[in-house]
């Protein structure tokens, strides 16, 4: 039987970069040894206020259909929060409720974006971005990265054309955990105004930056600026699928209509503990910024001196990149060879793009026994060898 023109262009060539992982995932599941921290899940719980608000929910039998965009109270808290965090005044009339940041982003992909359009992004980039955006028939651009791992803005220039229709990025940057800096934010904006482009601005991991906030042009652009956001990492709450877009008027009704076909609405017990959560998010925030920056110091001093490793210290967030070239072996050379030899899973950063071809991603986002073990393992193959 045949399939649409679709179904190749979210195949995703990122899918072999998760072999580890997953190679990983069987072993533990089959009681083995193995350390895994190829994966962004932090060990934290769900906030007990919010786990108790879906159960009451539930039982007050909360079990019905909800309109697409998401129930009003929520949308109104999701505006509250997003104007603290950027400073844009916004209204629930700005808001759709989706299902994580990844299905904003989908959405927006598809209103934004089609067949022969460019959307640019910065690489080391999450790995879902170029089938989630190719998705709609536009290609992903990407723009290398700067040895630091910072976005090569003079590139980014030269790869706008008459196509592109917006630039994509994440800051927090998964993986480098790069933080887009004021001035990098002008000429973005810049660029924006004078090619008349969409401005998608993924913000997963602001909760964990300083302050819970990043630098952001939605106030300055809120006619082409779309920031996504979710409680997956701020709350701990990757499982829930709670995110949102926010962004012009016109924009969200479209984006309603994408919501509408696609889910027909979310769950709304579900919906009432993400108002719980949105309440409880100075504190949610907070517990999870502590804990990330004490897990990072911990792997960090842990793995300071291991011979041909050079971390490139993350602004936030819950990963690591590390430029393994010291050991003479590429990123997916090393991921291969350390789970061979010690049964530790890491990411290679060539699943993040060219420019992150040396390096490998580590989440430390986990207990400190099992990150304390890691460090131990790492530390021995990079010194003892690696048959
Ligand atoms: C940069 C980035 N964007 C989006 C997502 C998806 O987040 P969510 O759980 O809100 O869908 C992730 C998840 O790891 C991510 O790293």
Redesign the pocket.
């Known amino acids: 039987m045949r399939f649409s023109a679709l179904v190749d262009r979210v195949r995703g060539e990122g899918a072999s970069a998760w072999r580890t992982h997953y190679e990983a995932v069987a072993a533990q599941e089959r009681g083995e040894d193995v350390i895994i921290l190829s994966v ?1 899940d932090p060990d934290l719980d769900t906030p007990a206020p919010v786990i108790e608000r879906a159960i009451a929910q539930l039982r007050a039998g909360d079990t019905h259909y909800v309109p697409a965009a998401g129930r009003l109270a929520l949308r109104q808290a999701i505006a509250r929060a997003h104007t603290q965090r950027s400073g844009q005044l916004v209204g629930p009339e700005n808001v759709v409720y989706l ?7 989908f959405v927006s992909s598809l209103c934004l974006a089609g067949p022969g359009d460019e959307v640019v992004t910065f690489e080391p980039l ?1 790995p ?2 170029p089938a989630t955006i190719e998705i709609s028939g536009a290609r992903l651009v990407q723009v290398p990265a700067s040895a630091q791992c910072r976005p090569d803005v003079a590139a980014l220039e030269q790869l706008i054309g008459p196509h592109t229709r917006a630039i994509l990025w ?1 800051s927090p ?2 993986p480098s955990g790069v933080v887009l800096n004021d001035a990098e934010l002008a000429v973005i904006a810049h660029l924006a105004q004078r090619h008349d482009l969409w401005l998608i601005a ?1 913000e ?2 602001a909760g964990l930056a300083a302050g819970g906030r990043v630098p952001s042009l939605a106030a300055q652009l809120p006619d082409r600026v779309v920031t ?6 701020s709350h701990a709450m ?1 499982g829930w ?3 949102w877009l926010v962004g012009p008027r016109e924009l969200v009704l479209h984006a309603e209509n994408v919501a509408m076909c696609m889910l027909f609405g979310l769950p709304g017990f579900i919906q009432e503990a993400a108002i719980t959560a949105l309440e409880v998010a100075a504190e949610a925030e907070a517990r999870s910024r502590a804990y990330c920056t004490a897990r990072q110091a911990r792997f960090a001093a842990g793995i300071a001196g291991t011979p041909g490793l050079r971390p490139l210290a993350p602004e936030a967030g819950m990963f690591m990149l590390i430029d393994v070239t010291g050991t003479g072996l590429s990123g997916a050379e090393f991921v291969q060879a350390l789970y061979r030899t010690q049964r530790v899973s890491v990411m290679d950063g060539g699943a993040f793009g060219s420019s992150a071809a040396g390096c490998v991603r580590v989440c430390f986002a986990t207990d400190e026994a099992t990150l304390d073990r890691a460090c131990a393992r790492l530390r021995q193959f990079c010194e003892e060898g690696r048959s």
């Open positions: 962004g299902a994580g940041a990844q299905s904003a982003l999450y879902t971005y994440a940057n998964n993924d997963v991991y996504l956001g979710s409680l997956s990492k990757t699928r709670a995110g």
